[in-house]
C-alpha cells in the first residue's frame, strides 16, 4: 500500500510505501482482529493522510497497475474514523480476495428525514463532543451483517440548534399588536439571554462559551476561552464551544458569511434535506469547536445549518416551498390584524403527542379575537414535497395534527398566489 497525493490515479512515482508492520495493523484492524495497538496505528495513519491531503492507494492489483484507492475520512456523529472506497467506472475495484474489497459499515445521515419518527428535544447537557476517544471503523465480521443502508438520524448537533431555538422563541412570531422588533439584533439577543438557561457541563453555562459572530473565533478568542476554561471542566465532559453564525450560504466545509471571509470546518456542514425539494439561504449555523486530535488544539469541527426565514426572522424551514407558505401566513396575520384578530405563529421544532401518536404539524396558528376574546387554533400543513415517503408519513400524521386544530393545506399552487390566505382565513370563519 501507498500514500498518493489527492485526485491523483495513484501511478505517480511519488507515492510513499506504507511500512509492511503499519499495513498490517491497519488489515487487522479493518477485519475485526485487531488490538489496541492496531487501531492507535490505524487512526494516526488515517489522522497523517488527511493532514498531509494524501490518499492511500491499495497494492492489491500489483505495482504496474492502476491501484484501487481508498480516501481517509472521519464520521463526525460517531468520532470515528473509517477508509471510504473511491468507485467509479475509471476506478478499478480490489481483488475479491483483498481485505479492503468490501465497503465499511458506518451510519451515516441520510437525505430523507421520516415525518413518522418522534423527535423529542435532546436531553441532558447542550454538549456534543465526547471525551471518550475516537474509533477506527471496523469491517463487519461476516455478510449477514453487511447492512450497507444509509440509516436515517438526526444530527445531535442539529437537536440541539434546535432545543436552543425553541428555549428563545425565534421559532414563534407574537400578533403583531405585541408591536416585538424584528430584527437580527433582536433574535441574537434572544437565543443569547436562552443561552444563559442552559448548561454545557456541570457548573458551565453555555452562555460561557457561546458566541453569534465569527471574529472570536478567526481571531483564535474561541480558543482561548476553551484553554481557560479547561481546567475548571469537569472531568466527564469534553471542553467545547459553540459559534452561531447568520449565513446566505454554505459548500463543502465552508461556511459563507455576509461579509469577511468563510468559515472552515473540519467536517462537511450538514443541513435538512428532503429529497426533491430545494433548500436556499439564509442559514443559522452552529458551530461547534473543540480539541481536534489532528491539529493537536482547538479546531472548529462540525456545524448545522438550518434554514431560517430571513435575517429579521430566525424561524426555521425546511424548504424554499414552506418558505413560500409561512409568507402567506404573515399575510394573513396582517389581514386579521386590520380586522381585529390577533395570530401568533409557531413553528414546532419538536413533536406533539395525542391520543393517536405523535405529530409535528408544519405550523401551529392562534387566532385570538380582541372585540370578543374567542380564541381558535389553526395547523398548517405545506404540501408540496415531491416524495412519496414523506406523502405516506403525512396521511399518518394529519389526524393526529386535527387534534391540535383546524387543518389547513396549502400546495404548491396556492403559495404562490393569495388563495393560500384566503384558505386561512376561511378557516377562521368555520
Not at 480490489?94 to 435532546?122: G, Y
Not at 452552529?286 to 479546531?299: D, K, M, N, R, S
Not at 387534534?403 to 399552487?413: F, P, Q, S, Y
Request: charged share 25%; net charge neutral.
Amino acid at each position: 500500500m501507498w500514500l498518493i497525493d489527492r485526485d491523483t490515479d495513484g501511478r505517480g512515482s511519488n507515492r510513499i510505501p506504507l511500512p509492511p508492520p503499519l499495513r498490517e495493523a491497519l488489515v487487522r484492524w479493518y477485519v475485526g482482529e485487531g488490538s489496541l495497538h492496531d487501531e492507535k496505528a490505524g487512526i494516526t495513519l488515517v489522522q497523517n493522510a488527511r493532514i498531509g491531503h494524501r490518499w492511500i492507494a491499495c497494492s492489491c492489483l500489483g505495482r504496474d497497475q492502476a491501484p484501487p484507492i481508498l480516501t481517509p475520512a472521519f464520521l463526525s456523529e460517531a468520532e470515528t474514523y473509517y477508509l471510504r472506497r473511491l468507485t467509479s467506472a475509471k476506478r478499478p475495484e480490489h481483488l475479491p480476495e483483498c481485505p479492503f474489497f468490501r465497503d465499511q459499515v458506518t451510519n451515516r445521515i441520510t437525505e430523507v428525514r421520516s415525518r413518522t419518527t418522534p423527535t423529542d428535544p435532546p436531553a441532558g447537557f447542550f454538549e456534543v463532543l465526547r471525551p471518550a476517544p475516537e474509533k477506527l471503523a471496523q469491517r463487519p465480521e461476516d455478510d449477514a451483517s453487511d447492512d450497507r443502508t444509509r440509516n436515517a438520524s438526526i444530527p445531535r448537533l442539529a437537536r440541539l440548534l434546535w432545543r436552543l431555538m425553541h428555549t428563545s422563541g425565534v421559532n414563534r412570531i407574537a400578533p403583531l399588536a405585541y408591536a416585538e422588533e424584528w430584527s437580527i439584533k433582536a433574535e441574537f439577543a434572544a437565543i443569547t439571554r436562552a443561552a444563559a438557561k442552559i448548561e454545557i457541563a456541570p457548573g458551565i453555562e453555555l452562555a460561557r462559551a457561546l458566541w453569534t459572530h465569527a471574529r472570536p473565533l478567526q481571531a483564535n478568542a474561541v480558543y482561548a476561552t476553551l484553554r481557560a476554561l479547561e481546567p475548571h471542566w469537569p472531568k466527564a465532559h469534553a471542553p467545547q464551544g459553540f459559534v452561531l453564525l447568520y449565513a446566505p450560504g454554505f459548500k463543502g466545509q465552508e461556511v459563507y458569511l455576509p461579509d469577511g471571509d468563510p468559515v472552515a470546518i473540519a467536517n462537511r456542514v450538514q443541513s435538512p434535506s428532503i429529497r426533491g425539494n430545494r433548500i436556499s439561504g439564509p442559514f443559522l449555523v452552529l458551530v461547534v469547536a473543540g480539541q481536534y486530535p489532528e491539529a493537536h488544539g482547538y479546531a472548529p469541527l462540525r456545524a448545522y445549518a438550518q434554514p431560517v426565514f430571513n435575517g429579521r426572522l430566525f424561524v426555521p424551514v425546511e424548504s424554499d416551498f414552506e418558505r413560500a407558505v409561512l409568507r402567506r401566513i404573515l399575510e394573513s396575520q396582517r389581514l386579521l390584524h386590520s380586522r381585529g384578530i390577533d395570530l401568533a405563529i409557531d413553528k414546532p421544532l419538536f413533536d406533539t403527542m395525542t391520543p393517536e401518536g405523535p405529530c409535528r404539524p408544519d405550523f401551529v396558528l392562534e387566532a385570538r379575537s380582541r372585540v370578543t376574546g374567542e380564541i381558535r387554533s389553526i395547523v398548517v400543513e405545506a404540501m408540496g414535497f415531491d416524495n412519496d415517503d414523506y406523502a405516506a408519513s403525512k396521511a399518518v400524521t394529519h389526524p393526529r395534527m386535527r387534534r391540535l386544530g383546524a387543518l389547513v393545506t396549502i400546495d404548491r399552487d396556492e403559495a404562490e398566489t393569495e388563495s393560500a390566505v384566503a384558505k386561512i382565513v376561511s378557516a377562521l370563519d368555520a
